[in-house]
């Protein structure tokens, strides 16, 4: 296990052997265009993550946050990126990507880099959060820690709490190998029949239901030092009630991920609805990905196990330390220490919203646009929600991919049906690890009498749009929200995201257009303002950039900059690079994963990619073209620069036209974070991702931060107002 020292130096890049920029970059002698590998360009991003679970600039409990979150994002790529490698591997599907790895080499990197992230993941749980926070009075201990008063009180939880849901299961020849469920938690028992000498090393397993809490606060009761024990030891402890006769041997807590990918033929689908239900059973029973088991398992018993459950040993992970930490999550909640927190800020209620005054009335002559979470999410709620009790309104249409669990947009546009409004409401049931909330919601609109369309075949319905038809006077006015972010009221409290609200007839036509041909039939239909999936929006991409690359050549101002999650579509990457070789300055911030290589000389030297990881998720997509000698274009929405986002999902970029609104996006976002240097890091052309450079600063710059202390300064300005 590396020193504390050695761990922080290693985060700064891809935890892989340094290799020649070409190679690295998949570049091959037949002059191939140099691309990073979207896979480890992922697991950097997540070491990017764990970075800010080591930093001490950020309080206590909110590193313990970022620990959980790496967790929470490798469970997703094993369940997805790595079950798909694995199924071409397995399918004889030997094909390179375009940077020329093909998928069992890819799988063989994953693994080595995979082992270093968790390995530096438990050590920062270990060597840095753990004694910190023993010294705020919290501490996590180990079932030998406890004192004797402490296992008494453990003893009495767990046979008042833990034992009547636990079910012992024998793995013998009458006992078949059970069924274990995705990500659940389970403990391996071996154990010995007194009776039976000759029969030895006998094996059971305890599924823990998901029920029961991951972490026990000991004697919550009892003042001063918190104490805490993971779940799993409690089990431990109380295992021997379970088999009563027999003696354990060990017991070790373990945790499969299976391959949680849908496969739905939607073209052989009569009820999309009742399929997909169908597949998130069988999602349980996926093919086994990955093992997570405690360190110090016996050998024979792991094999056991693995012969079971059909994986090869390099899927195995053994953990020094407790398994699965995105259940620390929960232990941010229980603590209530706002010392230890990031500090609290109430985000800014911009005019019109939250007056008096009427908001149809304003939005009629005015764009507006807020940038959450800075700018309160309400806002979009108050519109929904006026639209649904206003009686001039006759129609809401509404796109929905992910929402919260007790949303009151879903409750709004319920109000909205039950006071006659025809509301229809788009929802994608095919939104990843969404489905079965979507479901719900879905049944839940139909019982109130919306009309609700279940996606579009072969697409999922990705983009934000919310359209409300109203009379006024004689005739019917349409405004449009149209936004980067999901409409879902938490997520809007922790991701950037921007929404805009119009009134433009030239948006609002071709937002109901859009709508008119998702829910119904029609040829494909023109768009001349807006840039939407899987329609135009790839084409209008690469005229913009390509754009950019001929004002440079005639001697025009040229430039780009765009802020995305993900760069991976080869085609863009491959323009950009023209529109470098041409001399266009290019400017990217790219969260998570880029398979662009920067600073290749005569190639892409021209092409500065950054990437910010802090408090909040940076989730807004946002594009700028420097465009000649006329204006700079501005377009916002929801679609990142990959395959699946310009052909595989409906999705929509929209114009920003009012000046006033292109100076905010210019000058108060873009050139912010483009200022940025407390979270960003630089990717190199081998694949490293390093500080900036805060030489000269006195204190580096960060952005979100300056965001919220403007957001602060406006929404005290406003209450003076007031």
């Known amino acids: 296990m590396p020193a504390p020292k050695e761990s922080a130096a290693r985060i700064a890049s891809i935890p892989e052997p340094a290799l020649p920029a070409a190679t690295a970059a998949g570049a091959d002698i037949e002059g191939k265009l140099p691309y990073f590998n979207r896979e480890l360009s992922w697991l950097s991003f997540n070491r990017r993550v764990l970075e800010q679970a080591f930093s001490d600039k950020n309080p206590l409990l909110e590193r313990l946050k970022?620990?959980?979150?790496?967790?929470?994002?490798?469970?997703?790529?094993?369940?997805?990126?790595?079950?798909?490698?694995?199924?071409?591997?397995?399918?004889?599907?030997?094909?390179?990507?375009?940077?020329?790895?093909?998928?069992?080499?890819?799988?063989?990197?994953?693994?080595d880099v995979v082992v270093s992230l968790v390995e530096d993941q438990y050590h920062c749980w270990r060597h840095e959060i753990i004694p910190q926070l023993r010294g705020q009075e919290i501490e996590f201990i180990s079932a030998g820690d406890l004192t004797a008063g402490e296992r008494r009180w453990v003893n009495h939880y767990f046979k008042e709490q833990v034992y009547p849901v636990l079910t012992p299961l024998a793995i013998d020849p009458a006992h078949p190998f059970p069924q274990i469920g995705n990500k659940t938690l389970n403990i391996l028992v071996t154990l010995d029949n007194p009776e039976t000498p000759e029969i030895e090393a006998l094996m059971a397993i305890l599924p823990v239901p998901r029920i029961l809490p991951r972490v026990v606060w000991i004697d919550p009761e009892k003042a001063g030092v918190q104490r805490y024990v993971f779940l799993s030891?409690?089990?431990?402890?109380?295992?021997?009630?379970?088999?009563?006769?027999?003696?354990?041997?060990?017991?070790?807590?373990?945790?499969?991920?299976?391959?949680?990918?849908?496969?739905i033929d939607e073209e052989e689908a009569d009820n999309l609805l009742e399929r997909i239900e169908g597949e998130l059973h069988k999602r349980k029973k996926g093919a086994a990905v990955r093992l997570e088991i405690e360190d110090g398992v016996h050998e024979e018993s792991l094999n056991s196990l693995l012969r079971h459950l059909n994986l090869p040993?390099?899927?195995?992970?053994?953990?020094?330390?407790?398994?699965?930490?995105?259940?620390?999550?929960?232990?941010?909640?229980?603590?209530n220490r706002p010392d230890l927190k990031y500090k609290s800020f109430k985000p800014a209620v911009r005019p019109p919203f939250g007056q008096q005054r009427s908001l149809f009335k304003a939005l009629a002559g005015n764009d507006l646009l807020l940038h959450h979470p800075f700018d309160c999410f309400s806002s979009v709620l108050e519109f929904i929600r006026l639209a649904a009790t206003d009686p001039k309104v006759f129609a809401i249409k509404q796109t929905l991919y992910r929402t919260s669990g007790d949303s009151p947009i879903i409750e709004a546009l319920i109000e909205a049906s039950r006071n006659g409004k025809q509301v229809t409401a788009l929802v994608e049931l095919k939104a990843r690890f969404d489905e079965a909330n979507n479901i719900q919601w879905a049944k839940q609109l139909e019982e109130a009498g919306v009309h609700v369309v279940y996606g579009m075949v072969g697409h999922k319905i990705h983009c934000k749009c919310c359209l409300v038809v109203r009379r006024e006077g004689g005739a019917l006015k349409n405004y449009v929200h149209l936004g980067t972010g999901n409409y879902n009221p938490q997520t809007a409290k922790l991701y950037t995201d921007l929404g805009f609200f119009t009134s433009r007839e030239e948006i609002t036509e071709e937002v109901a257009a859009l709508f008119n041909s998702l829910t119904g039939y029609g040829r494909k239909p023109a768009f001349r303002h807006l840039l939407v999936a899987p329609y135009n929006l790839h084409a209008g991409i690469q005229n913009l950039i390509l754009g950019e690359a001929k004002n440079a050549r005639a001697g025009q101002p040229s430039g780009i900059?765009?802020?995305?999650?993900?760069l991976v579509d080869p085609v863009t990457i491959a323009n950009l690079y023209e529109a470098s070789s041409a001399g266009v300055p290019i400017d990217l911030i790219v969260r998570g994963n880029c398979c662009l290589?920067?600073?290749?000389?005569?190639?892409?030297?021209?092409?500065?990619?950054?990437?910010?990881?802090?408090?909040?998720?940076?989730?807004?997509?946002?594009?700028?073209?420097?465009?000649?000698?006329?204006d700079p274009l501005f377009y916002l929405g929801s679609a990142d620069w990959m395959p699946r986002n310009f052909h595989r999902r409906v999705e929509v970029l929209f114009p920003l036209e009012d000046p006033e609104l292109r100076r905010r996006v210019d000058e108060e976002v873009l050139q912010v974070y483009l200022r940025?240097?407390?979270?960003?890091?630089?990717?190199?052309?081998?694949?490293?991702?390093?500080?900036?450079?805060?030489?000269?600063?006195?204190?580096?710059?960060?952005?979100?931060?300056?965001?919220?202390?403007?957001?602060?300064?406006?929404?005290?300005?406003?209450?003076e107002e007031g």
């Open 313 to 335: 040993r390099d899927y195995i992970f053994r953990i020094d330390g407790p398994i699965n930490l995105l259940r620390l999550m929960s232990v941010y909640g229980m603590i």
């Open 597 to 630: 290589v920067p600073g290749i000389k005569g190639l892409s030297e021209n092409i500065t990619v950054r990437s910010l990881v802090g408090r909040f998720l940076e989730h807004s997509r946002i594009f700028r073209f420097e465009n000649g000698a006329a």
């Open 233 to 263: 030891d409690v089990v431990k402890l109380g295992a021997g009630e379970l088999f009563p006769g027999y003696e354990i041997h060990s017991a070790h807590a373990f945790r499969i991920t299976r391959n949680s990918d849908l496969y």
């Open 676 to 719: 940025d240097t407390a979270n960003t890091r630089l990717l190199q052309a081998n694949g490293a991702y390093i500080p900036a450079d805060t030489t000269g600063d006195p204190e580096p710059f960060s952005a979100q931060e300056h965001l919220l202390a403007q957001a602060e300064a406006f929404r005290r300005e406003m209450e």
């Open 561 to 566: 900059v765009a802020k995305i999650n993900n």
């Open 66 to 111: 970022f620990l959980s979150i790496v967790s929470s994002n490798l469970d997703e790529f094993f369940e997805i990126r790595v079950a798909g490698l694995i199924q071409q591997v397995e399918s004889g599907n030997e094909t390179p990507g375009i940077d020329g790895i093909g998928p069992r080499e890819q799988l063989r990197r994953i693994h």
